[in-house]
C-alpha cells in the first residue's frame, strides 16, 4: 500500500499498484486522474527520481511503467496499454508525451478506445542518461539508447542507437556517438 | 481546490449562457473556459456526447465562435479563436495540440512595434492593430495527432490524419495523411 501522499492537494489516494522508491518524488495522486492500469505495478519507481506537475499516467488496463534511479519528470503524459521502460538518469523535458497511438486518447472504463490493444513487446524503451527535449514525442516502437538525446519536438518511434543525437520534424539522427 | 471542478463533476449551467451543451456532454475541467471571452451566440456550440479533456483551453476572443460535431473526442485542444473554429462529428484531437485561427499579432515590423506597446504593461490595447483572422474547418472523423499545431485558415478535409507534431499551414485533403513541419503530404505507415 502507498500512502496518501503526506503534501497532496487531491483528495483522491495513489492507487495501490503504485510503488515510489526511497527518496523520490510525485507531485500529486492527481497524475493518475485517467489511470486504468490494473497490472499487479502500474508504475515502479527506483530511489532519489522526481515526477513534477504536470506529469500523467493515463495508462490502459495493461499499461506498466517502470523507472529508474535519480530521473526528472518535469511534466511528461504516458497513455500506453503496454510496458514502458525508462532507465536511470534520464531527463524528460516540459510536455514531452508518450504513447501507442499517433492521437491517443485517454482510456475510459467501458468505453472503446482508439488506442490498441495489449502487447508483448514493450511500448517505450529508454535506455540509461537519455535525455529528451520539450515536447518532445515517443510513440510504440521508440527504443531510445543509452546516452542518447532526442531534441525539442522531435517524433520518434524507431530505434535510436546509443549515443546519438536525434532531432527535428521529420526526425533524422543529426549526431551519432564516437567509436 | 473542490477537486469536483477538475473531474467533470461541477454544475454545467455556470457556464456563461452563450454556451450550447448538446446531450451527453462531459466537461472534465471548469478552468478550460477560463480564457473564454466570445460575445457571439452561440460563441461555443458542443454536439452530443462530446467529450473535453482536462487539458482542454477555450481562448476565445469576443468576435470568436466555435462550433463542436456529435461525438468528438477533445483531450488536450488549445483553441486559440478569434473568428471562427468548427470541428465536424467524431473528430479527435489528442494530446497537447493548438489550433488557431489567427496569429494575433500583426506581421509588419510597425505595426508589431505600435501592438507591443499596446499589449506591454500598462499599455492601452484598445489601441493593437487590427487582427487578420481565417477561419479553420476540421471536417468530420479527422484525427489529429499529439503534439500537432493547425493554424489560420485551413481547411483538413474528411477523415484525414494529421501526424504527431506536425505543423499544419495549408488545406489538407480528404483522406490524406500529413506529417513534418511544415505539414506535407506522407503516407499512413510513416506517419502512424
Given at each position: 500500500?502507498?500512502?496518501?501522499?503526506s503534501?497532496?492537494?487531491?483528495?483522491?489516494?495513489?492507487?495501490?499498484n503504485v510503488?515510489?522508491?526511497?527518496?523520490?518524488?510525485?507531485?500529486?495522486?492527481?497524475?493518475?486522474?485517467?489511470?486504468?492500469?490494473?497490472?499487479?505495478?502500474?508504475l515502479?519507481?527506483?530511489r532519489?527520481?522526481?515526477?513534477?506537475q504536470g506529469?500523467?499516467?493515463?495508462l490502459g488496463?495493461?499499461?506498466?511503467?517502470?523507472?529508474?534511479?535519480?530521473?526528472?519528470?518535469?511534466?511528461?503524459?504516458?497513455?500506453?496499454?503496454?510496458?514502458?521502460?525508462?532507465?536511470?538518469?534520464?531527463f524528460?523535458?516540459?510536455?514531452?508525451?508518450?504513447?501507442d497511438?499517433?492521437?491517443?486518447?485517454p482510456?475510459?472504463r467501458?468505453a472503446?478506445?482508439?488506442?490498441?490493444?495489449?502487447?508483448?513487446?514493450?511500448?517505450?524503451?529508454?535506455?540509461d542518461?537519455?535525455?529528451v527535449?520539450?515536447?518532445?514525442t515517443?510513440l510504440?516502437?521508440?527504443?531510445?539508447?543509452?546516452?542518447?538525446?532526442?531534441?525539442?519536438?522531435?517524433?520518434v518511434?524507431f530505434?535510436v542507437?546509443?549515443?546519438?543525437?536525434?532531432?527535428?520534424?521529420?526526425?533524422?539522427?543529426?549526431?551519432?556517438a564516437?567509436? | 481546490?473542490?477537486?469536483?471542478?477538475?473531474t467533470?463533476?461541477?454544475?454545467?449551467?455556470?457556464?456563461?449562457?452563450n454556451?450550447?451543451?448538446?446531450?451527453?456532454?462531459?466537461?472534465?475541467?471548469?478552468?478550460?473556459?477560463?480564457?473564454?471571452?466570445?460575445?457571439?451566440?452561440?460563441?461555443?456550440?458542443?454536439g452530443?456526447?462530446v467529450?473535453v479533456?482536462?487539458?482542454?483551453?477555450f481562448?476565445?476572443?469576443?468576435e470568436?465562435?466555435?462550433?463542436?460535431g456529435?461525438?468528438?473526442?477533445?483531450?488536450?485542444?488549445?483553441?486559440m479563436?478569434?473568428?471562427?473554429?468548427?470541428?465536424?462529428?467524431?473528430?479527435?484531437?489528442?494530446?497537447?495540440?493548438?489550433?488557431?485561427d489567427?496569429?494575433?499579432?500583426?506581421?509588419?515590423?510597425?505595426?508589431?512595434?505600435?501592438?507591443?506597446?499596446?499589449?506591454?504593461?500598462?499599455?492601452?490595447?484598445?489601441?493593437?492593430?487590427?487582427?487578420?483572422?481565417?477561419?479553420?474547418?476540421i471536417e468530420?472523423?479527422?484525427w489529429?495527432?499529439?503534439?500537432a499545431?493547425?493554424?489560420?485558415?485551413?481547411?483538413?478535409?474528411?477523415?484525414?490524419?494529421?501526424?504527431?507534431?506536425?505543423?499544419v499551414?495549408?488545406?489538407?485533403?480528404?483522406?490524406a495523411?500529413?506529417?513534418?513541419?511544415?505539414?506535407?503530404?506522407?503516407?499512413?505507415?510513416?506517419?502512424?
Amino acid at each position: 500500500m502507498t500512502p496518501i501522499l503526506s503534501h497532496d492537494w487531491f483528495d483522491r489516494p495513489v492507487p495501490d499498484n503504485v510503488r515510489i522508491g526511497a527518496g523520490s518524488w510525485l507531485h500529486s495522486a492527481y497524475a493518475f486522474l485517467h489511470n486504468c492500469s490494473e497490472r499487479p505495478c502500474a508504475l515502479s519507481v527506483g530511489r532519489n527520481t522526481g515526477i513534477y506537475q504536470g506529469s500523467f499516467f493515463e495508462l490502459g488496463p495493461q499499461g506498466e511503467v517502470r523507472i529508474g534511479d535519480y530521473c526528472t519528470l518535469v511534466g511528461v503524459i504516458i497513455a500506453c496499454n503496454g510496458p514502458v521502460l525508462i532507465g536511470s538518469y534520464v531527463f524528460l523535458a516540459h510536455e514531452v508525451v508518450i504513447a501507442d497511438h499517433f492521437a491517443a486518447v485517454p482510456w475510459r472504463r467501458g468505453a472503446d478506445s482508439i488506442c490498441p490493444g495489449p502487447q508483448a513487446e514493450p511500448s517505450v524503451v529508454l535506455g540509461d542518461d537519455v535525455w529528451v527535449g520539450a515536447r518532445a514525442t515517443l510513440l510504440k516502437g521508440a527504443r531510445v539508447g543509452s546516452g542518447a538525446i532526442v531534441g525539442a519536438g522531435t517524433v520518434v518511434d524507431f530505434e535510436v542507437p546509443p549515443g546519438a543525437v536525434v532531432a527535428g520534424n521529420p526526425a533524422r539522427i543529426v549526431r551519432r556517438a564516437h567509436a | 481546490m473542490d477537486s469536483k471542478e477538475i473531474t467533470g463533476e461541477w454544475d454545467y449551467s455556470s457556464l456563461p449562457a452563450n454556451v450550447l451543451l448538446g446531450p451527453g456532454c462531459f466537461i472534465e475541467r471548469k478552468e478550460s473556459f477560463r480564457r473564454f471571452r466570445s460575445t457571439r451566440d452561440p460563441g461555443l456550440r458542443l454536439g452530443a456526447n462530446v467529450i473535453v479533456h482536462t487539458w482542454a483551453e477555450f481562448s476565445v476572443e469576443p468576435e470568436g465562435q466555435i462550433t463542436i460535431g456529435d461525438d468528438s473526442v477533445l483531450v488536450g485542444p488549445v483553441f486559440m479563436c478569434a473568428e471562427r473554429i468548427s470541428l465536424g462529428r467524431r473528430v479527435v484531437i489528442s494530446y497537447q495540440v493548438t489550433i488557431a485561427d489567427s496569429d494575433f499579432h500583426p506581421l509588419d515590423r510597425a505595426a508589431r512595434r505600435r501592438d507591443a506597446i499596446a499589449n506591454a504593461h500598462g499599455g492601452d490595447a484598445r489601441l493593437r492593430p487590427p487582427l487578420e483572422t481565417r477561419p479553420v474547418v476540421i471536417e468530420d472523423d479527422v484525427w489529429i495527432g499529439i503534439g500537432a499545431i493547425v493554424l489560420k485558415g485551413v481547411r483538413v478535409g474528411r477523415g484525414a490524419r494529421i501526424a504527431a507534431g506536425a505543423v499544419v499551414t495549408r488545406d489538407v485533403p480528404e483522406g490524406a495523411w500529413v506529417a513534418g513541419n511544415p505539414a506535407r503530404a506522407t503516407d499512413a505507415e510513416t506517419a502512424s
